[in-house]
Every structure is written in structure tokens, then in C-alpha cells.
């Protein structure tokens, strides 16, 4: 790890400098909130937003993304055969994503690159991709990452990690890729003696202004049985709407419905994002559907996260504490409240048989 | 602070939970973020206690009515109520299993609104009167309610529940000369290309969360168009044109029957003005049918039915 001085100005350039070399996603402004995207030529980088309302999963995993080509048209080469649809791979740099969704990419990686599964669309986007984050100094009262695993100035899933000093930032440059970026970017001023310091007060700033938690120390120590079974789901789930706005704006939700779609002789298969949250995610072919209501859905979607997710993956939660399902779910469904059912559900007679 | 509403409310629900007039209870928790409150359904008199009733009450929930076949009792206030005379119309609640508490309404917080006027995160809300004070990245700011309501809030003529079997409150006075329709109007008069300019740009950046059409109480149907599978009516994918199918058919599905209670924008992840897509047809449906959803116990809305001093200068 290397430490590096810049100025605004330095970063300016530096994003100037990073389009020749580089593909530049940016939070950019959109109605009364910030989503990531390409930024656009002559754009400033505007780093101003808390957050971005959608999480920065859109830019490894978009929303709907064209996976095969297919033509019916026999004037064309390969027509009648479905092929790779054309994709841009070539280095991109992500600007400005904060620490929980930098950290969010290394909590989805084991489902979409392990030993028997690699997910070519999701890998290769991910692998030409450098992050480049903004460390937060004045997290928001929902934000509860530091008991999720993360914090304000958690530099997992990051290459560089830019955090705001005095009339410039201190820039961690972690990994080669970070390397490679801050040289094409023209960063080289090693940051000045005491900065490791200074960081390290900033650090321990943020980390005591996030006033909110998760609790799920003793979730790991319950069976998954008591807990499906737990008489709380129906009271928990009651307010859920079974709409898709948790599952979208999160970091770490993974699910997507494959559908081809054809106009005349061209036809492609993309995948869209799906959300466990509606009654046809889990909608057999023969009419039966397995999770019949929403206490089975919020429930599924919480197992997921606070429990399936530790067991399966070893350890941990499946959620990065960004807090922005909890700031924008229109009925108030709280994860931080449901985990802490679950952490302190203890069934009545787990030794009576 | 316990307002005399919520007083009200609760005592009104332990006693017919007590009394066993009604099997459940349907009504707000308070909210465990700012500026929210969570529906909850009671079953035991003790839980009325955690009963709440205040600003931050804007889900309809008529919504949580359809498909109920216990006794319910529910908190009304004046949108809720004419949603639920419409779900009586439509046969989705029965009259007699339902005691419908009366909510005299005084408007919603949006809490967009209040975040914006505090410049980010809201760290903590509360109402004082005609106020809201609230605290964010700056201090504790002090807000007047009519500035930061619900845009269907400032426009509303039904606060007072149109339809009740007690009320928790006294009926507080409706607004007068309030210009409802002044957004239409605008949109009427744009140029057809710029009119169509006008519904893009309010639907960029829809993620098809359905959002809107859960949280509207009018969105009961089993199964939605754009969820059919055999056959699939609708794309999936984030298509320009799938997107606008999904918003406008919506709209036209709530035709004579939507109650602009705001359920729809209120629930948006992403901010888009979706009643925009359903008040035209409000504003039609006044014009031609004078009608209003949703007020007449009993009659059906004026696109469901035939009558034959039905204005008929449209077809041609």
C-alpha cells in the first residue's frame, strides 16, 4: 500500500488523463439523486453524493444485459446460431464508489466466479474493472456497515481509496491495478510524513459517527429450522408490498431471470435482474409456486441474507450495512429490525423431544 | 409526543379487539426511520398500545384489504376511505366484516421534501404542530408541514374519511379553492412532441421495481399484465417501450377508479412523478362523468358501467 497527495486539481486532470486509457464511470446526477454511469465527455466528476440511490452493482451487472445474438436471417454469416453478443471489455475505471458497495463485489465474487461456476458476463466485467473509492466522512444515519463487516474507510474490493484531506484527498493506492491507475491518472506526489496518521484519525472518526447496527452475532449458532420457523415472519412481513425496490437498490443481490426477446429476423437473450420479493420469481411451469405468499418471501429474502448466505459462504452477512433498502423501502420493512428477531429468537423447546 | 389521534386510535382498537367486534387491526407502527411508519395488523388489545397515528402515515391501507376473510378493523383516513369504498364496489372487502376508524387527515410529510430542505440524510423527525422539525448534515431545522406535504396532500378536497363506523377525531375542514388540476393543464398544453418529451423524461431511470403499482390499492389483480407468462404481454428488459407499456396501461387500468392518494409516487425508489400518468384521467373522468372516485358508496366508476346520458361526443 502507497500513499499519494492530491490536490482537486490533480484529480481533475487525473480523470482527464484515465479517459485515454480508461472506460470513466462516475456517480452522475439523475432527478433528486446520483446513479452510476459513463461519464460523459467534458463532464466534471462530482463526488458530492452520499451515496448513488441505486447501489454500483449496475455497472459490473447491468440491469439487463444482452448475453447471445441470435439471426434468422440466411444472407448472414452464423444466422440460425446463437452467439456471444458484443461486449466491451477494455479497462474501465470506476470513480467515486463508496466502501460498502466496493465490498459488496467481494460478497457476490464466490457466486459468480468459484470452482464450479464462473459467470463469464459477470467476471470479465468485473476483472476490467479498477475501483476507485471515496472514503465517507459523514456517513448517514442509516448507514451501519461497521457491524456488517465494512466500515467508512473499509478498503476491501478497492484498488485506490481516495479520502478527503485538507484542500485535496490522500490517496491509498492498494493493489497493481491501483498502480497502473494512478500512473496512467499522473498521481505520483507521495502524500506528506504523518498522513498514515491522519488517516488513521479520520478512520476512527468516521467509524464512531455511524450510530446505527446490525445484530447478527448469534444468527451463526441457530438452526436454519428454528429460525423458518420462527413465529415472528408473519408480523415482520406484513407491511411488504412484494415489490422489487430492496432488491434493485442493493449492493449485494444477485438473482436474474434469463428471456429471449425477437424483432423480425434478430433475436437476442439478455438477463435481467429479478427480485425474490415477487410472487413469479419462484413460479413453477406447472402453476405451483413454492413461496405462495409474502411471509415466505420476506423471509426467504432475509434467510438469504442473515443466514443462508454465513453458512453456505462461510461466514458473514449477505449485506454491506449501505442502509439504502432501509431508507427507501416505501413501507418501512427494516433489515436491522429483522435481524435483530432473528439474532434474539430462542425457540421455546429447542431440546424437547 | 402522543397526539390525541393516536390516543384515540388505540383505544378505539383495543376496544374492538376486546370486545371481539373485529379479529384484527390494521394500522401504523411507528416507523423505524425518519419520517416513516410501518403498517402493522394487531390482534391482541395490548398491541393497541403501539398503535401510531401521525404525519407519517402516508401508505394507503386499503391496500392490505383485498383477500382479508377475517374481521377487520382499519384506519381510514380520507384516501384510504375512498379507496376502500372502491374496493367495496369492487367486491374486494365486504361491509359488514370490516369497522372502519375514521382518521380526520391534515396531509402527509414527503420525505423527499424534507430531505432536500435539509440538504441529505435526515437523522431525525418529529411533528410539533403545524411543523415539522427535523435534523440533518446542518442541525435541527424547523419546517412548516404545508411546505413539505405530499404533492397530492396540497391539492387533496377529501380529508375527512368519506365512509366510517367511528371517528378518531374531529372532522377537520376540508380545503377550499384548491386548483387541482394545474399540472394537467400544463402537460395539455405542450405540443404532441413535446408532451411525449415530457413522459420520457419523468420515466428515465424507472428500474421496473413495481414500486408503484404494489403500493397502489387498486393493483389487486392476481395476476398483473406484465407478470403474465403464457402469454408474456410485456418485455422484461429496461426497453424504452416496455417501460412506458407498463406505466401507461397501468394508468389507463385506473381510470375512473384512481383516488390520487399518492401510494404510487410515495413508494418510488427513483423519484418519478408517477401520478402524472394517472391524473389526466382524473381530470377526464371529472369533466365527462363528473365523477370522483371512490366518494359514492355503492356506484360503480363511470368506465364500468353504461348509461345512456353517457357524453358520447368523444366517439366518432
Known amino acids: 500500500m502507497r500513499l499519494l497527495q492530491l490536490s482537486h486539481s490533480d484529480l481533475t486532470r487525473g480523470v482527464e488523463a484515465l479517459r485515454k486509457a480508461f472506460r470513466v464511470e462516475a456517480p452522475l446526477p439523475e432527478r433528486d439523486h446520483f446513479v452510476f454511469g459513463p461519464l460523459p465527455a467534458g463532464a466534471a466528476l462530482d463526488l458530492s453524493a452520499a451515496n448513488t440511490r441505486l447501489s454500483a452493482k449496475s455497472v459490473i451487472y447491468p440491469a439487463s444485459e444482452k448475453m447471445l445474438r441470435v439471426s434468422l436471417d440466411p444472407a448472414k454469416e452464423d444466422h440460425h446460431v446463437y452467439r456471444e453478443a458484443d461486449k466491451d471489455y477494455s479497462p474501465r475505471a470506476v470513480l467515486g464508489i463508496r466502501p460498502c458497495d466496493a465490498r459488496a463485489f467481494t460478497l457476490v465474487k464466490p457466486n459468480f466466479d468459484n470452482r464450479e461456476y464462473r459467470d463469464p458476463y459477470w467476471v470479465r466485467s468485473y476483472e476490467c474493472s479498477t475501483f476507485v473509492g471515496l472514503a ?22 478497492l484498488d485506490v481509496l481516495l479520502a478527503e484531506s485538507g484542500e485535496g484527498f490522500i490517496a491509498q493506492v492498494l493493489t497493481e491495478k491501483g498502480e497502473a491507475l494512478a500512473a496512467a491518472a499522473g498521481w505520483s506526489a507521495a502524500a506528506p510524513e504523518g498522513a498514515e496518521a491522519a488517516l488513521s484519525a479520520m478512520k476512527a472518526e468516521a467509524d464512531a459517527r455511524i450510530v446505527s447496527r446490525i445484530e447478527t452475532e448469534k444468527i451463526p449458532g441457530k438452526t436454519i429450522l428454528s429460525l423458518f420457523d420462527a413465529p415472528f415472519w408473519d408480523d415482520a412481513a406484513f407491511a411488504c408490498i412484494n415489490c422489487g425496490a430492496c432488491t434493485y437498490l442493493c449492493p449485494t443481490c444477485w438473482c436474474f431471470d434469463i428471456q429471449d426477446e425477437a424483432h423480425e429476423n434478430e433475436g437476442v437473450r439478455m438477463r435481467n435482474w429479478d427480485s425474490c420479493m415477487f410472487p413469479l420469481f419462484t413460479l413453477h411451469g406447472s402453476g405451483h409456486n413454492p413461496r405462495p405468499n409474502k ?6 429474502r432475509f434467510m438469504h441474507k442473515l443466514k443462508y448466505y454465513g453458512d453456505k459462504y462461510g461466514g458473514g452477512i449477505h449485506c454491506t450495512g449501505c442502509g439504502r433498502c432501509v431508507t427507501h423501502c416505501p413501507v418501512n420493512i427494516d433489515i436491522r429490525r429483522i435481524a435483530s428477531l432473528m439474532n434474539g429468537y430462542e425457540p421455546d423447546n429447542a431440546c424437547a423431544l | 409526543m402522543t397526539t390525541q389521534l393516536t390516543e384515540n386510535i388505540r383505544k378505539i382498537a383495543a376496544r374492538l379487539l376486546s370486545e371481539k367486534t373485529v379479529d384484527a387491526v390494521i394500522g401504523f407502527r411507528e416507523g423505524s426511520v425518519p419520517l416513516m411508519a410501518e403498517p402493522v395488523i394487531i390482534r391482541d388489545p ?10 407519517f402515515c402516508g401508505v394507503n391501507l386499503a391496500n392490505y384489504l383485498p383477500g382479508r376473510k377475517e374481521r377487520i378493523g382499519i384506519a381510514a383516513k380520507g384516501c384510504d376511505s375512498r379507496n376502500i369504498v372502491t374496493h367495496l364496489v369492487e367486491n374486494q372487502a365486504k361491509r359488514e366484516n370490516l369497522f372502519i376508524i375514521g382518521v380526520p387527515c391534515t396531509g402527509m410529510a414527503d420525505r423527499r421534501k424534507v430531505r432536500k430542505a435539509l440538504g441529505g440524510d435526515v437523522s431525525s423527525a418529529r411533528e410539533e404542530g403545524d411543523e415539522i422539525v427535523a435534523a440533518g448534515p446542518a442541525g435541527e431545522v424547523r419546517l412548516a408541514k404545508k411546505e413539505v406535504l405530499q404533492d397530492n396532500c396540497k391539492t387533496c378536497t377529501h380529508r375527512n374519511p368519506v365512509i366510517s363506523d367511528e371517528m378518531a377525531g374531529e372532522p377537520v375542514p376540508e380545503q377550499e379553492g384548491v386548483d387541482r388540476y394545474a399540472d394537467v393543464r400544463a402537460v395539455e398544453a405542450l405540443e404532441n412532441e413535446a408532451r411525449w418529451k415530457h413522459f420520457e423524461e419523468i420515466m428515465s431511470g424507472c428500474i421496473r421495481c413495481y414500486a408503484c403499482r404494489n403500493a397502489c390499492p387498486l393493483c389487486y389483480c392476481p395476476t398483473c399484465f406484465v407478470d403474465d407468462s403464457k402469454p408474456q404481454w410485456v418485455g422484461k428488459s429496461l426497453d424504452k417501450t416496455d417501460t412506458r407499456t407498463f406505466h401507461f396501461l397501468r394508468a389507463f387500468h385506473c381510470a375512473g377508479r384512481c383516488t390520487d392518494c399518492g401510494a404510487c409516487e410515495r413508494a418510488c425508489p427513483v423519484g418519478i412523478p408517477v401520478r402524472q400518468f394517472t391524473k389526466k ?23 364500468d358501467v353504461f348509461k345512456l346520458d353517457d357524453p358520447q361526443d368523444f366517439i366518432r
Do not use: H, I, N
Open chain 2, 46 to 55: 395490548k398491541d393497541a398500545e403501539g398503535l401510531v397515528f401521525d404525519s
Open chain 2, 281 to 303: 384521467l382524473l381530470k377526464d373522468c371529472e369533466e365527462l362523468y363528473g365523477w370522483e372516485a371512490g366518494v359514492l358508496p355503492g356506484v360503480r366508476p363511470p368506465l
Open chain 1, 295 to 300: 411471509t415466505a418471501r420476506v423471509r426467504q
Open chain 1, 136 to 157: 465517507c466522512k459523514s456517513p448517514c444515519s442509516t448507514c451501519f456497515c461497521t457491524s456488517a463487516g465494512g466500515g467508512p474507510f473499509d478498503t476491501a474490493g
